[in-house]
């Protein structure tokens, strides 16, 4: 019994670390300093980028994972900084070619505008992730996660209006999952280059949606609930604490039938004095 209670402990001590949270919330101001350091980024036409349409993490390229937090040129770089500049690089990397299939081969005319646009603002974007990137001396993967590799097949496959549809939808649901991405992490980080990025791709990420759903090919009822964006995180944490607080109560419960246990066996143990008057008495 003993053993198995030191085990479940160990277990339960692991379980009460949670993992950590995205960022704070989903709003993003900025103060006075970096509105006029960014005040370019607001532009409508200037091809201002590209969407970073990376749903989750997904297993990655030949890039080794983003390492811990370091500092560079004084400035904190931390895991999800790293992660966002990441994850906008592979969306450029399967975006970029579909907007372009899109530009040659949709059957409608606005879709073939919107993926000329696409197209062109992602290589812009592209830029602006790999200057960021070298400036804090991150590696960048070089090739889309398998999962957009999915999606590009997936595109690939459609002919005629369906091919319209299908890369509507997929680029649109894709949009959508990163911009509350960006603003938790612009909203959280401790790195000034990083707030610039964030903020110039959630203006991309923005427009992007706009140029989508433009098309009216966007099926509204089948993206991804909000509250599953924003409560993600939330709902990991609670699934951690629910199992902890689980395994709490029968750490308990064992612990008081091991007690009641040991308290019988030292009882059993206890030697009992013989009852008085009752031995045999010798005849003087």
């Known amino acids: 019994m003993v053993p198995a209670v030191v085990v479940l402990a160990a277990f339960a001590t692991v379980l009460i670390v949670p993992t950590p949270a995205g960022a704070a919330d989903a709003s993003y101001g900025l103060d006075a300093v970096e509105a006029a350091e960014l005040s370019p980024l607001a532009h409508e036409g200037s091809g201002a980028g590209a969407e970073i349409g990376t749903p989750e993490r997904q297993d990655h390229t030949a890039e080794s994972e983003p390492a811990p937090s370091s500092a560079v040129g ?89 091919f319209d549809e299908r890369a509507v939808v997929l680029l649109r649901q894709a949009h959508g999952k990163v911009l509350p991405v960006l603003a938790q992490v612009r909203v959280a980080t401790r790195n000034a280059v990083i707030r610039q990025f964030t903020t110039q791709a959630m203006a991309f990420v923005q427009r992007h949606i706009e140029y989508l759903e433009s098309t009216g090919l966007v099926k509204f009822q089948e993206l991804p609930d909000p509250s599953d964006l924003s409560n993600h995180d939330w709902r990991s944490h609670a699934a951690t604490f629910a199992m902890f607080a689980l395994l709490t109560a029968l750490f308990t419960i064992l612990l008081v039938l091991v007690g009641r246990a040991l308290a019988g066996w030292r009882r059993g143990r206890v030697t009992r004095p013989p009852p008085l008057g009752g031995g045999h008495h010798r005849r003087s």
Do not use: F, N
């Open 74 to 162: 004084g400035e904190p770089v931390q895991l999800d900084d790293r992660d966002v500049l990441h994850k906008v690089k592979q969306a450029g990397l399967w975006e970029m070619p579909v907007g372009t299939w899109a530009s040659e081969r949709a059957v409608s005319a606005r879709v073939r505008e919107v993926g000329s646009l696409i197209a062109a603002e992602h290589q812009e974007l592209d830029g602006i992730v790999d200057a960021a990137a070298a400036r804090l001396d991150v590696g960048l993967p070089a090739e889309p996660t398998s999962e957009q590799q999915d999606w590009m097949r997936e595109i690939d496959a459609q002919r005629g209006a369906a």
